[in-house]
């Protein structure tokens, strides 16, 4: 008997929801490390649940393609009013299915490095792809993709597959904008100082750390993450000349919601400083509005690229195909 | 009951799963297009290399292990237990742990080049390329085939040894006359398994082959399915992969052999053969290669477990949440892969030994694994559509994961079990039979003393196994469910490398303890020696 009432309040304490299910729901689908307690979305939800009379839930997937992935298989029938994750190089496939919605908000104070005009897609967060190196076993890192590029082949770096991960294609189209057709030479010639090209950026950085090279593919802002949560100042984010290549992170409300004045209000919140005050330290990304208490102060110390370099989407989307190719017969070769 | 009854019921199960699955998959696709997506020239490189590395992996590993297997049936040294049971981890860690630790005892700043240069060597670079792959599925696979071939070699009636003294048998004599014909009866089915796994490698392959070079047919299913969202593609794909492997396997179990059991009246008699000096040469370097390839990397995984992080990630109410509901998920699950295991090889057994047909018994058993050949994206996306259409997908998790671990898990328990199972039959089949002895009380009055050491030892291998499973469920995205490993990717995803090792030695140390506790609590572990 007892054991009966200490299971029935247990679930109780665990199920507070059902107590209140007439309450709305808003359900949001993105991807599980911004979800997780070390991401932002737990501090989001509590500050949109505060004012929205609202139950935010997330519907946490693998990765920003999962995200898409699951939109695309559920159709029509999709439970999301938002998705939220998307990044720019699958932006025209998730435009194209036909199931997102104009969202209808006119960002007032957008502090994007390029113009955003996009009736569908509304950027929550930015950031530029870097080589990060180890200054403790690299002095002095190449000043320039072409300085890496044509560096002797004892420096030593490991990237990411561009067929498993976004900064992997992030850096196939940094390659491509700044070698144009020459591309396939630059990536035969990086073949051979790449240790080893990973799934995913987690096997490749935390391959970094160990030390099995002094340069890795990832973003400006990594250094920041050290910085702030381990007062480590040892791994520095190489600035090059040509500029480096952007990933605007963008979320979108869904056309088969059943509450769009909701998923608006989602967005709109998205755009405000209770939700981007979250991303520096919670994703290690950029906010895309001018923050009222400004950046946390070792994101003064990080590399700022003078130049963001960007394809258009329909590009990307059109001749990802034959980058990939053409990228895999060089560096196979 | 007719015999053939419980197999069919259990593989109904895995058939339902891995058919309803591609099934779905295929039919939610708008064509299958198979000669467009067969023909091109990039697919049969994949393939070539895919099989290349698959082969030459298996066969590595099987050569390293026979020798390990000899080396632990036949010497007793300090930390033996120890050792045997850290086999059973390697196949559990999740695969970027064990990158992250065969790197740092391989890699170029390694242990092993540490010591190198410590000796005034220069630092040699191996590990990313073949050499890489090999290493990563020695270290995956090795201690499992050594693990099944053992218990083979243990199962030799001990009279035999006795024998083997009065002729005399030198070390060469008793491996080419007593334990070879003992390993062949089970080799051909683990080291099938083997293949298995190595041919549907992924990460491993791609980070530790060191890059595109390094393809497999899985990395082809992964583009197509989620860089192109081509299902067609994916499924096709996954359809070469499939009949090509059970193919490969089909042809691998040919060479299996009836096991030839004989009465044993179950005392012990020391084995010849542990004098020699070259025999001992040979042993002590089985067990340096495997402390080499399997202990340091697990060691390494351990250390980093102690960070700047390590009382922060402890603290934390999530993390014993994680552990929790991973307990429960394996525990299930390797209760029900017992149970399933168990009723394939009542059915196979009675095949094998009653009505004389190893062949059909050993493709009976075969047919359980055929989960492991289909890429766990599309496992995941097609179950998710199949089961959409009827349920909450969301309020299935639990249950769902239970059910595909348990199934990813039954290939392992069959093999571990298999043996055994046979061994009883051949023991107490007349006896059962003319008693007319069957069913439960047959388990528990005739064999539960013969099968309960090997079924805990099952038990813990499946349990350890869901344990460290990744499983389905980071592709349904349910917000409320968290495993460990689940815990260790979002931490990894969020930058919190130092927070994900902390994880990953917890995970570790939980599969020990989990494997001690059922060898222990089932297995009777203390009442060493035959019943």
């Known amino acids: 008997m007892r054991l009966a009432t200490f299971l029935f309040s247990a679930a109780l304490a665990v199920l507070p929801l059902s107590a209140q299910a007439a309450e709305k729901t808003l359900t949001v689908y993105t991807y599980d490390s911004f979800t997780s307690d070390w991401g932002p979305g737990p501090a989001i939800k509590e500050a949109f649940e505060a004012d929205c009379g609202c139950t935010l839930e997330f519907v946490a997937l693998d990765s920003s393609i999962g995200v898409l992935s699951r939109l695309r298989l559920e159709g029509e029938n999709n439970k999301a009013d938002v998705v939220l994750g998307l990044d720019l190089n699958i932006l025209a496939e998730a435009r194209d299915s036909g199931l997102l919605a104009p969202h209808g908000v006119t960002p007032q104070n957008l502090a994007l490095p390029v113009a955003w005009d996009d009736d569908i897609f509304l950027p929550f967060d930015y950031g530029y792809f870097a080589f990060v190196y180890d200054t403790e076993t690299l002095a ?53 100082k790449t240790v080893t090209t990973t799934k995913g950026w987690s096997e490749a950085y935390g391959l970094f750390l160990e030390g099995e090279a002094p340069m890795v593919l990832s973003y400006t802002t990594s250094p920041a993450y050290h910085m ?106 | 009951m007719p015999w053939w009854l419980p197999a069919t019921l259990a593989l109904a199960l895995v058939a339902a799963v891995v058919g309803g699955a591609l099934l779905a998959l295929g039919l939610a696709a708008p064509g299958l297009d198979l000669p467009g997506n067969l023909g091109d020239a990039y697919l049969w490189r994949v393939v070539r290399f895919t099989l290349f590395q698959a082969t030459l992996s298996t066969v590595i590993s099987v050569a390293l292990a026979i020798p390990v297997a000899r080396a632990l049936a036949r010497r007793q040294f300090i930390g033996r237990g120890l050792l045997l049971r850290l086999f059973s981890l390697s196949l559990v860690i999740p695969t970027i742990v064990a990158i992250f630790g065969i790197a740092a005892v391989h890699g170029r700043t390694g242990w092993v080049n540490d010591v190198f240069a410590l000796l005034g060597f220069e630092r040699a670079h191996y590990l990313y390329g073949l050499i890489g792959i090999l290493i990563g599925h020695v270290f995956f696979n090795m201690p499992f085939i050594a693990r099944i071939l053992l218990q083979a070699i243990e199962a030799v009636p001990p009279e035999t040894w006795r024998v083997a003294s009065q002729y005399g048998l030198r070390s060469r004599d008793i491996f080419r006359l007593i334990e070879w014909p003992a390993l062949r009866t089970v080799l051909p089915g683990a080291a099938g398994l083997v293949f298995m796994l190595c041919f549907t490698s992924f990460a491993v392959v791609l980070t530790l082959g060191g890059g595109p070079k390094a393809t497999t047919l899985e990395v082809a299913v992964y583009q197509a399915l989620r860089f192109d969202f081509d299902l067609g593609r994916a499924v096709a794909l996954a359809l070469v992969q499939l009949c090509l492997c059970t193919a490969i396997v089909l042809a691998l179990l040919q060479l299996a052999v009836p096991s030839s059991m004989t009465l ?52 934390r109410w999530e993390l014993w949440r994680a552990v929790g509901q991973s307990l429960v998920i394996a525990l299930s ?116 003393t013969g099968l309960r050491r090997p079924g805990a030892l099952a038990l813990a291998v499946a349990a350890t196994l869901s344990l460290g499973d990744l499983g389905v469920i980071a592709l349904f995205g349910s917000q409320d469910f968290a495993t460990l490993p689940l815990l260790l990717y979002q931490a990894m995803g969020g930058f919190r490398l130092s927070e994900a090792a902390v994880i990953a030695a917890v995970l570790s140390l939980l599969c020990l303890a989990l494997f001690f506790a059922i060898e222990w609590g089932l297995g009777g572990l203390r009442r060493r020696g035959h019943a």
């Open chain 2, 333 to 448: 699950a390797a209760i029900l892969a017992l149970l399933l295991g168990g009723a394939i090889l009542v059915s196979s057994r009675i095949l094998r030994h009653r009505l004389g047909r190893p062949g059909a018994a050993g493709r009976l058993e075969l047919s359980a694994s055929l989960i492991l050949v289909v890429p766990p994206f599309v496992l995941a996306t097609g179950l998710f559509i199949l089961l959409r259409q009827v349920a909450d997908v969301f309020a299935l998790g639990m249950p769902l994961v239970i059910l595909v671990n348990a199934l990813m898990a039954l290939p392992f328990v069959v093999r571990f079990l298999g043996g055994p199972m046979m061994e009883e039959a051949l023991r107490h089949d007349r006896l059962c039979q003319s008693l007319g002895i069957a069913g439960w009380n047959r388990l528990r009055l005739i064999e539960w």
């Open chain 1, 140 to 192: 002095a890192p190449p000043k320039s993709l072409k300085e890496l590029v044509e560096a002797p082949d004892d420096l030593k770096i490991i990237l990411q597959d561009p067929r498993t991960s976004t900064p992997g294609l992030g850096l196939l189209l940094w390659v491509r904008k700044v070698y144009g057709d020459e591309a396939p030479e630059a990536w035969a010639r990086l073949a051979k």
């Open chain 2, 264 to 315: 044993t009246e179950g005392r012990r008699y020391e084995r010849p053969d542990s004098g020699g000096r070259l025999g001992l040469a040979t042993d002590i370097g089985a067990v340096v290669v495997t402390l080499g390839l399997v202990v340091l990397p697990l060691a390494a995984v351990a250390v980093a477990g102690f960070n700047a992080r390590t009382l922060e990630v402890l603290s």
């Open chain 1, 228 to 333: 702030i949560a381990e007062d480590e100042q040892r791994y520095q984010a190489a600035a090059f000349a040509e500029g480096h290549y952007m990933q605007v992170e963008v979320a979108a409300m869904t056309k088969s919601t059943d509450d769009p004045d909701l998923a608006r209000r989602f967005l709109e919140f998205m755009l405000s400083p209770g939700f981007q005050s979250t991303l520096p330290t919670g994703q290690w990304m950029y906010p895309v509005i001018d923050l009222p208490e400004g950046l946390p102060e070792a994101y003064n110390r990080l590399v700022d690229p003078a130049q963001p370099l960007l394809f258009e989407a329909e590009e990307v989307a059109a001749r990802r195909g034959a980058w990939v190719e053409e990228w895999l017969q060089a560096v196979t070769r």
